[in-house]
């Protein structure tokens, strides 16, 4: 049976820690799920590392929808949770309401993920989950802000700190299953893992997080800007580079295919 969000509570309450990474078609999608992979986001970091967009904004919600629906198919355990693309549900409860419900009604996804903690997306994800949509929060850096925060660390200040804090606590008493905490200091994430209830995923936040989630591509060593935060486990771009290359000599020198 698949992974639920319940499940992942009851991960966090024994101490096991939360495996995530995102997925983008059908071919990594099985391989990671094969591969004990627990949360399988489809991440709008897709825009980037597949779509060849600068920043997260351009990704559209059928550009998204067209993705998880591959990622669906490779999938038999993982819980699969799909991003909410830019000025897809900021504007209104309405518009996260038909957004979601599309991800859910045509992907087969079980959840979706939003950035932020501000009052008006509490809101939004308490009317999400009274309808239904399981709800992952994400704080700290939040890539769809990007023209305002960059890529820096963030929560480093005891303002920046405390206002991630409340955020955090605001997503869980409004109904979210889970909260990623991106790029913020080690010590404010042990204490938001500790003061929540729900399970805390971090990426850039240290160790004290209930799970860990890394962007595929960064982990696999197949793109060129890498995180600070991100270990290399390979290096499949000089892999694939190096086959390509011993495949196109033996092609142009004839050797391939043999007779």
């Given at each position: ?14 101490g ?13 999608a ?19 590392v ?14 998204m ?6 990622v ?7 819980l699969m949770?799909?991003d ?5 549900y ?9 957004s979601a ?35 992952l929060?994400?704080?700290g ?5 990007v ?8 929560g480093?200040?005891p ?10 606590v605001?997503?869980?008493e409004a109904g ?11 010590k ?13 995923i ?22 060129d ?5 991100v ?17 196109g ?10 007779d």
């Open positions: 049976m698949p992974i639920t969000p319940q499940q992942l509570l009851e991960r966090k309450q024994q096991i820690a939360i495996v995530a990474l995102t997925a983008y078609d059908y071919v990594s099985k391989l990671l799920d094969r591969a004990g992979v627990d949360l399988l986001l489809v991440g709008d970091s897709l825009g980037m597949v779509l060849g967009y600068e920043t997260t904004l351009p990704l559209t919600l059928e550009e929808i067209h993705h998880a629906k591959a669906r198919r490779g999938i038999e355990k993982a949770v799909v909410l693309p830019f000025l897809t900021q504007e209104s409860p309405q518009q996260a309401m038909h419900g599309r991800i859910l009604k045509e992907t087969g996804a079980q959840a979706v993920k939003l950035e932020g903690g501000y009052p008006e997306i509490a809101e939004t994800v308490r009317r999400l989950g009274l309808a239904g949509i399981p709800v929060g994400h704080v850096l939040t890539p769809q802000s023209h305002q925060l960059g890529y820096r660390k963030q480093k200040t303002e920046t700190s405390d206002r991630i804090f409340k955020e955090a605001a997503l869980q979210a299953f889970a909260v990623v905490l991106e790029h913020i200091p080690s404010l994430a042990a204490e938001i893992s500790k003061t929540l209830v729900i399970p805390t971090g990426i850039g936040a240290g160790l004290h997080c209930d799970g860990q989630v890394l962007v595929t591509h960064d982990l696999l060593g197949m793109t800007r890498v995180p600070p935060f270990k290399r486990y390979a290096n499949l771009q000089e892999t694939i580079t190096q086959a390509v290359q011993a495949y000599e033996e092609v142009r020198d004839r050797r391939f295919p043999p």
